[in-house]
């Protein structure tokens, strides 16, 4: 071939051109398909007779060349080295730079294959490709910045974009290895080897340059709970201005232990912020996914920083830590640094709080129940109210803190809670009021009505702490009158303890209480419930003093009279529960009935004088038509007698010196006012009434103080009752007496007429009966037409009290009669049934 050129080049015209070219060519092309064999001289020698634009497309084909068998295709690499050659040769300049740029892409596909990065190396031509790979190949080189900078310049990457993404791959990607996989040495070592290999990474950066990657790109990709990571990232961008205050709110939050698990929202943007990693970074799903794990076990005890440091409104998510006071007080540090209002936070608390607080039935809170407590920081339990209370004190802005004490006493049940607020509402009212001069007018005019509202709150809550939550309703809707009215009207019955006379307090006979109900009357006592109304009453600037004397004086002249309201609570207190059986009312009634006989039995022992035993020495009604009975007295008119005597116990021992007139209740008062009552006018109060409020004052006080307070003997009081009894049935039986006549007139005379003109009546023979024995009427015939008359009626049950009175009281006193021995020898012979 030498021998060849040079013959040609010495006689050109000898041989042609075109075929020497041609035969050049053919042998360069065979030349260049036998494989690792390849000749670099016999190339060049054949590329010598041809044009270099020929040449060089000879040997970018065989470069390209795929279809041929592997041992005829030559290596790229000994392909981009004869490039190199002969463009040296030829002083090719773009073929050596092509051939330059062919050999660093082959020896970068060798280094791919051994990272195990996957490419493909037809395409590094294209722009663009090789920039695609670079995470993947900073990734490899996470320990070795200048491999990372030679591939940069090796694919003509800009050094400043092979930085950034290499200081991305530290911070933004955290170790995947476990700790027990690589031991504790080894895994500090990794995960905190970017403090050591980012330094020097930034300062090839300008500084606008390190605060646009570290606090734009960086950044937002960085884990929310990775504490250190997020640390260094601002700790590098120190000379941002709002580093420091980042910085700060960074140090509060890790000493922070998180109380709260993360919601399902903040669980999303895990998963949000895993999606962005790997679409950014290019990592693996394997890497994701332990990337989402890792952040989900550190969000169980850390706040995300992100969310609490970098948005508008970082109370969204500090919401729900605010769970107790020890929380508040630590998070509170935040307000500095993130520019939150104090007083917003407190706010967030109280309404956090009301959130969190547990489910009340109904309208009031159980006041028995255990009370939701909170931690202060010293470890203090404090209760929920007083949690409440501290912290709307120290808001400072009064308006704010009136209106979320406004929120909060709107939802709460009635509770502590309820009533601590509106008692802290009514001091920021007062305080708004004092200082905001004439334009807070309308806030003056409220401070009543306030304090009207706190009022009725602590009624309701003294109301339901007594076990009384059924009557809360009326207290609000009907009034302070309406709640004692029902309070006396109800629970006497259910008390079981002794009045201060030492009688015995029997059950009214209802048979259906509530058992709870029941338990907390018993519980609060008599003493109790009177000190419940006093309560209730001087709250309501009602007096209470007033108020059971005109309770009193309705109950003496209407027996009868129930609360209208009192429907709804009886119909509220006994729904739901099955009525007793007949038998046991019946049961519950005589024993209610035997407990007031004994209770008032001897009344009048000491002038010798007594009624039958089947007319209570207490004010009677006349008993009903149907059973004819003139003396037995009606179980709602002995209940209602229980019932005064209950609210007309004395309230102050002794004469009460240090009490004032106006206010004082007690034994003295009781007997003035009873007193007034009985001897009223006749228009005004009628004789049963008196009756009863003369049985209701020996009841309460010992004959000593009657006669303090009457200033006559205790016997003309007695005689006075035992008139009044009288003329209230003659009333009653349709045949009115004037008062004065009958005190005047003789009673024997009087017991005669009627008899004359009543004896018929079984009703009228009764009040005969018991006029002649009261009055001690001696006559023999009379008593014998009386007592043959009750036994033809029959009334069998009241001859027999009559017959024993007779015996105990004017046996001694009658004179001998025959008809009279003999009628009651007849009663001898043949025992009543």
Partial sequence: L???????????????????????????????????????????????????????????????????????????????????????????????ADMMRAERHARWNQYFVVLGIPCEAS??????????????????????????LHFGRDSEVPQQEILVQWIESHLVLPSTESRSSQGLHMWLENEESYRLAVPPALERLSPEAVEELLLQRILPLVSPYDYRRIEFVLESARAHPKAARW??????????????????????????????????QQCSRSAASLHVQKAQEMAMRRLPWHQVALREDPLTDLRAELCDLQS???????????????????????????????????????????????????GARLSRSHAFDSVLSEIRDYRKAADVALWLEERLPLSLEKLVIARRRLELALHLAQSGG??????????????????????????????????????????????????????????????????????????????ALVRSVKKLGTEGLHDLVDDVCLRAGVSPKQLRQQLVEQWLTDPFWTPSWGLKVEAFALAGRPPQHGSQAGDQRQKAQAARDSASSQLFAQDGRSFPRSSPQLPLSLGTRATGQMFVQEPAIAESLDRVVFVAQPRHPGNAPGVLKEAREDIRTRCIHLLRVAFGKEKQVAYDAKCRALAVLFRLAPPHEIARAYRNPVEELQEIWKLYFYMDAFQQLGA?????????CSKDGLARALW???????????????????????????????????????????????LVALHERLALKLPHDEELVSTLAQLLRAPLE
């Fill in 736 to 744: 009115p007496q004037d008062f004065k006549r009958f005190y005047q």
């Fill in 123 to 148: 395409r590094f031509s294209e722009a663009g490709y090789l920039l695609s790979l670079l995470p993947a190949v900073v990734r490899a080189a996470r320990g070795d910045l200048g491999f990372a």
């Fill in 438 to 515: 004439e334009q807070d007018s309308s806030l003056q005019s409220a401070v009543p009505e306030l304090r009207h509202r706190v009022a009725l709150l602590e009624s309701q809550w003294a109301v339901a702490k007594a076990g009384l939550g059924i009557f809360g309703s009326l207290l609000a809707e009907q009034g302070v009158r309406a709640l004692v009215e029902c309070l006396y009207f109800y629970l006497p019955a259910m008390l079981t303890v002794g009045d201060p006379c030492g009688q015995a307090w029997g059950s009214l006979g209802h048979g259906a209480e509530d058992p």
């Fill in 328 to 378: 508040l007080k630590h998070l509170l540090l935040l307000c500095g640094p993130l520019g939150i209002s104090c007083d917003d936070m407190y706010v967030a608390f109280l309404r956090e709080s009301y959130r969190k607080a547990p489910a009340c039935g109904g309208d009031v809170a159980d006041p028995h129940s255990s009370i939701d407590s909170y931690s202060d920081s010293d």
């Fill in 756 to 802: 004359r003109s009543h004896h018929a009546d079984p009703r009228m023979v009764q009040v005969i009966a018991a006029l002649c024995l009261d009055f001690g009427i001696c006559d023999g015939r009379f008593w014998a037409s009386i007592l043959q008359r009750l036994r033809d009626l029959p009334l069998h049950g009241f001859l027999r009290d009559v």
């Fill in 247 to 280: 910085r700060e709110a960074l140090r509060i939050l890790e000493k922070y232990s998180r109380k709260v698990a993360p919601s399902q929202a903040e669980l999303r943007e895990i998963t949000s912020w895993s999606a962005q990693l790997q679409q950014q």
């Fill in 2 to 96: 030498e021998l060849a050129v040079s013959l040609h080049l010495r006689h050109p015209r000898r041989l042609p051109a075109p075929a020497l070219r041609q035969m050049c060519r053919e042998r360069a092309e065979k030349v260049l398909r036998v494989g690792s064999l390849l000749d670099h001289d016999l190339v060049a020698a054949n590329f010598g007779a041809l044009e270099q634009r020929e040449a060089s497309d000879l040997l970018v084909a065989a470069m390209g060349q795929k279809d041929l068998q592997a041992e005829t295709r030559a290596p790229r690499a000994l392909l981009v080295r004869l490039g190199l050659e002969l463009g040296a040769l030829w002083g090719n300049a773009s073929l050596r």
